[in-house]
């Protein structure tokens, strides 16, 4: 069965420091992987996504991901974190089945931006 | 553009009452439409997902309930509250053909039952 693991619950940086948000998944066949932020009360908005191809992929808001298939990984970098980017960020592994399309989330990190 | 609508935003309940909330979705045609449950401090929690009017496939057991009586609109519902259903509610919908499966949000519904 698909599963996703984001072994850590939350974290806090210093603001211009570098960031990278874990993302260990389950899954049989190549995945679809997807990393979301979700703003306190507010809906999941999508950073980035990986489908196939380059394993290195390239998000909104400056994030990146980065796909190894060896390590089961997909985690999320930022060179830079900014103040406003303290959310919590999902990663998510979705497939393709007879019921269609369904995707399956990770716990969520939560992350603390200190000045 | 496409839109995704959730109604209401806040609703408090007692315990033992009825429950409906409402997901409509703009600008698209035959959606992946889900609803998810976010517990406090925890994941999301696939409860319904709808691959067309009509049909419902149930991740969870439990006393929610969802329909499609619409292309675009997604209902769940509930004909007992309990304590453990608070949360915070998410619907979102799925174009496959177009996003491979990415999800787009709405704002959510924050559930207090009492």
């Known amino acids: 069965a698909q599963s996703v693991t984001q072994p850590d619950i939350h974290i806090t940086v210093s603001e211009g420091a570098s960031l990278e948000l874990r993302c260990n998944y389950s899954y049989g066949a190549t995945p679809y992987l997807f990393w979301y932020v979700q703003s306190p009360g507010q809906g999941l908005q999508l950073l980035l996504k990986?489908?196939?191809?380059?394993?290195l992929v390239q998000g909104i808001k400056g994030f990146e991901a980065e796909f190894k298939r060896s390590q089961s990984s997909f985690n999320l970098r930022k060179p830079s974190v900014h103040w406003s980017d303290a959310a919590e960020y999902f990663c998510a592994v979705g497939s393709i089945g007879t019921g269609g399309f369904k995707t399956i989330f990770g716990a969520g990190t939560r992350l603390f931006v200190k000045a | 553009s496409q839109t995704i609508h959730q109604w209401p935003a806040t609703l408090v309940q007692p315990v033992g009452s009825p429950l409906s909330l409402e997901c409509t979705v703009e600008g698209t045609s035959n959606p992946n439409l889900y609803w998810y449950r976010q517990a406090a401090g925890r994941g999301l929690q696939l409860l319904f997902y709808?691959?067309?009017?009509?049909?419902i496939s149930s991740e969870v057991p439990q006393n929610l309930s969802a329909s499609r009586p619409q292309d675009r609109q997604f209902i769940l519902s509930s004909k007992k509250l309990l304590l453990s259903d608070s949360g915070f509610y998410l619907c979102?919908?799925?174009?496959?053909?177009?996003?491979?499966?990415?999800?787009?949000f709405g704002p959510g519904t924050r559930l207090t039952v009492l």
């Open positions: 979102a919908w799925s174009a496959l053909a177009g996003g491979r499966g990415e999800q787009f």
């Open positions: 990986y489908f196939s191809g380059d394993t």
């Open positions: 709808s691959v067309g009017i009509g049909q």
